[in-house]
């Protein structure tokens, strides 16, 4: 049992090393990335972007933090949890962000990898009637995808489709409010419409056929009084 939670433990602690950690964000966020391994004995820390360009440094001797040009005004690093602030955040701040403790050796105690997307468009909810058999189609459109679903007097079927990317649409009834949410990893943005107003959709249904159903009486009581005249008139002659 001891073994196997070592093992558990190594491997986990190997895993936590190799492996990234996705972030995602949108345009004009915040984003806050940890530390998560512990630190060594360091005389320098560095927050590194793409390998390439330093983001700071952090001097633990001097107490003093240098900011590099790229991100000017849009990072804040705390000095006891060397937590690194992306602020404002860019589309070109996708990448990799690594944080290295550098002394005797040098440590990666981070690494992020970080993906800017653009928050979803608002989606459509529209319905539409069929005249002939009275079934109400409502359509959930968001950018690229549509999911279709009909209805009944009370209810309508629930749907979700999900495209890769964590791209989402859903199509559902709360209370009495259907709701077509479009979704991705970061942001959602939804359409609604009140079941009240398919209801009404019904309801000229019930109209209709009252104003036939009276048109027709109507039309039989004429063509009765008229058949009876007639025959009273004839039967005088
Ligand atoms: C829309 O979908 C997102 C992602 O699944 C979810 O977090 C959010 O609560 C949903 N909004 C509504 C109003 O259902």
Known sequence: MAMMLQLIFVLSTLISVTVSIDVFGHFGISVELDIQHPVPEFHDLFWVFNRAYNVLKYSKKHKESTFYSHYKGRVEF???TYRLTLKNLQKTDSGLY???ASGNKVR???EYRLSVLDPVEAPVLTYQLN???YIITLTCRGHDISIHSSCSIETCEEKEVTSPGGIALSLSVKS???ICNHSNLVSWKTDILELK???GLCADKGVTGYIVGGVVGVIVIILIVVVITMRKS???N
Request: net charge negative.
């Open 176 to 178: 009495s409010t259907v």
């Open 78 to 80: 705390n000095v006891e």
């Open 108 to 110: 990666v105690v981070a």
């Open 234 to 236: 004839c039967g005088t």
């Open 197 to 199: 107003e398919l209801k």
């Open 131 to 133: 005249r002939d058999t």
């Open 98 to 100: 690594e944080a290295k």
